[in-house]
């Protein structure tokens, strides 16, 4: 039990990312548990858990998130207060002997995070694993809206250093203030840090314009039950083989497996590029580094596949990941009326549904340092790799979660998919292959694009049949037609893709109005209001509105002959619109 009182207490709002993150566990109560972040730390110096305890309790008293509740002001705003005084349950888990403890130590932590924390609760549940009596390991779960990925390297060394105290006979150690939640909230309203966010919101408009409406365009399937399955492959062979590559290469060791992912999702698309949310730590500043607090935001980022070679990838994702990186710290306020305006700027929906993480492997064992393996110990590598089945969940938001993860003094590759996207054996086989080809890309200088394509034919489909791509959209025309149909009072409706050797291809839309009100601005925002959310549809590119319906309703140039009025009806080039009220949830 740690029991406290008199530390540093007070009530503030919540950083940026902190209030994307309450709002989303606002929205998926009450089935947010899985949002919850597992913890274990290795305390196999103490004797006994009383001395864990100690060193814990050093570190709530440092780190004001570890001890903050969140809630709502009396205007409906969101706040988190820090507590002075309160209690921390600490239980005890005896593991047996003979098995393997850091993954009992790992099971425990999942435990204390089956269910959603409470209002009333400190954001902290945590147990001394114990073989014999004797301390293994701390399990934690920690609210996502206090922590991050990033924060647990922190919480680790400050519980290392604080129990080092206490085995030296410091029974109540202390560490060194540091920075706190309330101070990143000020330092957000800073007007240099709202320009920065001014700045990111531009980024985001452009790489939203570029992004296409239908990341899977292959035939749709029946999905499984439950929808959503995840797989992990813990991988030495993906660890050594980054280091190796980005070594040679001089790019960090992370944008290996983002390429890899990035040239497989492509391929798979059959896309010229790859589209998908990074997930940034914002920890650019030193002061940031040594916050506990949630700083991670997802920011839009393409890989394009201009090159002939994996390497070439590998250095086109390092420069794309930099770049969306700094662009990583801005208001989540401002991005919901933001998709919405370029939704109706583009008139399609945007395919956000992929997001990439590859949380702390900069700074794990093994991705920086080591020995430089030859080419065949390279390729020997994945038979020590292991495969299983992690996780099912009935209802997410996301089409694929892919993760990069330190795991138990290796690494974790980890795929989280819905399945009415890819089967359970195209998940799988994704995972394999992005190990394949990070070790035959470090294997091998020469390692090509089109070599990768030959690597992972049964993960490579047609797309389906009766879909279009025009420009980065994927489109049923009949589906164009219906959708024209719909929105419009019109009685006579033609939609046509028309496609010249020196621009992109358009959708045209010509159609008959009962009204002389018409135009084609009035016609696309009807179809824009009639979009919903499907995917595999778009508004026209440009309407044409005639007097008449020609005899052959499929001759385009006949249309034209009867045309009164045209225009592309879309709306002039958004910017970041203001802010809108995300309090009712």
């Not at 207060?81 to 309160?86: D, E, L, N």
């Not at 706190?180 to 909230?185: G, H, K, L, T």
């Not at 992004?211 to 399937?221: G, K, T, V």
């Not at 590859?358 to 065949?376: C, F, K, S, V, Y």
């Amino acid at each position: 039990m740690i029991e406290f009182s008199g530390w540093p207490a007070g009530t503030s709002g919540l950083t940026w990312s902190q209030s994307a993150m309450w709002d989303l566990i606002g929205w998926r109560a009450p089935h947010d548990a899985y949002l919850n972040i597992p913890a274990t730390i290795d305390v196999t110096a103490a004797s006994d858990p009383a001395q864990v305890v100690a060193a814990l309790t050093a570190v709530l008293r440092r780190h004001d998130a570890l001890r903050t509740r969140y809630g709502f002001d009396a205007d409906g705003e969101a706040t988190q207060t820090v507590a002075g005084q309160g209690r921390l349950v600490v239980t005890v888990d005896e593991a047996d002997a003979g098995q393997d403890t850091a993954a009992t130590a790992m099971t425990v932590a999942l435990d204390l995070g089956r269910l959603p924390f409470t209002a009333s609760e400190l954001p902290v549940r945590a147990s001394v694993v114990t073989v014999a009596g004797r301390p293994r390991f701390l399990a934690m779960s920690i609210y996502h809206v206090s922590v991050d990925l990033w924060c647990l390297d922190v919480i680790e060394r400050d519980v290392q250093q604080s129990l080092a105290a206490v085995l030296d006979g410091v029974p109540a150690p202390t560490l060194p203030p540091a920075p706190a939640p309330a101070e990143q909230v000020e330092h957000e309203r800073a007007t240099v840090t709202r320009n920065r966010s001014e700045r990111a919101l531009r980024y985001w408009a452009r790489e939203l314009r570029a992004l296409p409406n239908e990341q899977f365009p292959a035939p749709r399937r029946r999905p499984d039950t439950p929808r959503y399955r995840e797989a992990a492959l813990r991988s030495e062979a993906v660890t050594v083989a980054s280091r190796v590559l980005a070594r040679r290469l001089r790019v960090g060791p992370p944008a290996v497996p983002l390429a890899a992912f990035a040239v497989l999702r492509a391929l798979m698309a059959d896309s010229p590029s790859c589209h998908f949310n990074v997930l940034t730590a914002n920890r650019h500043a030193p002061r940031s580094r040594e916050l506990v607090c949630d700083l991670t935001q997802p920011v839009p980022m393409r890989v394009e596949l201009c090159g002939e070679s994996f390497a070439d990838a590998v250095v086109r994702t390092a420069r794309a990941s930099l770049n969306a990186y700094r662009h990583g710290h801005y208001d989540p306020r401002r991005v919901p009326a933001l998709v919405d305006a370029i939704r109706a700027e583009c008139g399609r929906n945007l395919d956000l549904g992929c997001t990439v993480n590859t949380a702390r492997i900069d700074t794990a064992a093994g991705w920086r340092a080591g020995p430089t393996p030859t080419p065949q110990q390279i390729r020997r590598l994945p038979a020590a790799s292991t495969f299983w089945w992690r996780g099912t969940h009935d209802d997410l938001d996301l089409a694929l979660l892919f993760q990069v993860m330190p795991w138990q003094d290796g690494t974790l590759l980890s795929l989280w998919a819905d399945t009415e996207r890819l089967s359970t054996s195209d998940i799988r086989a994704m995972l394999l292959t992005i190990e394949q080809i990070v070790v035959e890309g470090a294997a091998d200088d020469a390692l090509g694009i089109g070599d990768i394509r030959r690597m992972c034919p049964g993960l490579l489909r047609t797309p389906d049949p009766g879909l279009v791509r025009v420009g980065p959209a994927w489109i049923d025309v009949p589906a164009v037609r219906e959708l024209v149909r719909t929105a419009l009072p019109a009685p006579d409706v033609a939609v046509f893709v028309r496609r010249r050797p020196d621009a992109d291809a358009t959708v045209e839309a010509y159609l008959v109005a009962e009204h002389e009100g018409m135009t084609p601005e009035r016609a696309h925002e009807a179809c824009v209001a009639a979009l919903g959310r499907e995917r595999r549809v778009a508004t026209p590119d440009r309407y044409v509105v005639c007097a008449a319906a020609p005899d052959d309703r499929t001759d385009r140039e006949g249309w034209l002959r009867l045309a009164v009025r045209s225009g592309s009806g879309r709306p002039a080039t958004v910017v970041a619109p203001d802010p809108v009220d995300t309090r009712a949830r």
